[in-house]
């Protein structure tokens, strides 16, 4: 069985470092890995309207954002294919088909959706689209047989969703589907990165968010703003490390050698830690330190980010040609899906035929 990739971002705003460290960082790896045969990486700009639908300009502008910030983390076209969902059709009719294997019920039990539901006050009104959205992210795995999902922790029940919806199909219609696998980030503080402000989650609406195209500027004041241990007061208090924003971006982003350009005076982050929580080491010195690890990561991406914003029309036709292959592909399963469940009227040269003997007895 060929080894082969799914996975994307809505499109609803830049991708933040919190998205890089998640899967960008890790799709690039995998993509030069050469383990794979195929990686298709997806504008979930369809999956955005469900609940941005009376805001389509929003999508629509972010289209091209998203993909300047693919290629600039080094995501290759030659390598990987990049498109947009809602130009794929497949899609959606996979989606209808699949709507018949699963249950209101099992909808509303999966975490994912009861917490995404809850952030976005749906409680009272839930669209559809939203409500469903299990089903269609099943379709965009299975209509590229996907064995492998990189993704967050959380979309763990979304994954384990697609999987009992190939079972289902395979169980009714015969062995059809592929059955994905999720692949997690390697570095434990890369699975769910806080925001700046220490809030469980890295949010454009909450504000908190360092961009992978912020200037180094942004970037700077940012990472001095940045919430630490309140109770660390003086610079001679002992500080928590645990919850401590700065040293979990550090466990994130800092390497050994980092310490011999940056800080000297350390030889790695646990000495770093050990220092900080018996105390006589400043918040300053610390951010200081974060500031020149995620300028010497961002600055790479943010030079790749400007020359391809020299050639717009360049990036559209990446993605044009994007979408090309990966309706060829979603097509091929989709006629599998079709010959399984006995639609395919016109194909079956076997049923006509014997449609045709019916009723000339």
Known sequence: MKKIILTGDRPTGR??????VGSLKRRVELQNSGIYDKIFIMIADAQALTDNADCPEKVRQNIIEVALDYLSCGLD?????????????????????????VTVARLQRNPTVKSEIQMRN?????PVGFFTYPISQASDITAFKATTVPVGEDQEPMIEQTREIVRKFNAVYGETLVEPEIL???NEACLRLPGTDGKAKMSKSLNNCIYLSDTPEDVRKKVMGMYTDPDHVRVEDPGKVE??????????????????????????????????????????????????????ELEPIRNRR???????????HILQEGCRKAQEAAGETLDEVRKAMKINY?????????????FQQ
């Open 243 to 296: 919850g401590n924003t700065v040293f979990t971006y550090l466990d994130a982003f800092s390497k050994q050698e980092h310490f011999a350009r940056y800080l000297p005076d350390y030889a790695s982050l646990d000495e770093l830690k050990a220092h900080y929580k018996r105390g006589g080491l400043g918040d300053v010195k610390v951010k200081k330190f974060l500031n020149a690890v995620l300028q010497e």
């Open 77 to 101: 076209p030659e390598k990987s294919v990049l498109f947009i969902q809602s130009q794929i059709a497949e899609l959606c009719e996979l989606s209808f088909y699949y709507m018949n294997l």
């Open 122 to 126: 749906f409680e009272a009104s839930i």
């Open 306 to 316: 400007k020359e391809y914003e020299k050639d717009i029309a360049g990036v559209y």
């Open 15 to 20: 991708l933040h470092i919190g998205h890089y």
């Open 184 to 186: 997690l980030p390697d």
């Open 346 to 358: 016109f194909d079956d040269m076997d049923l006509i035929n014997e449609q045709i003997k019916r």
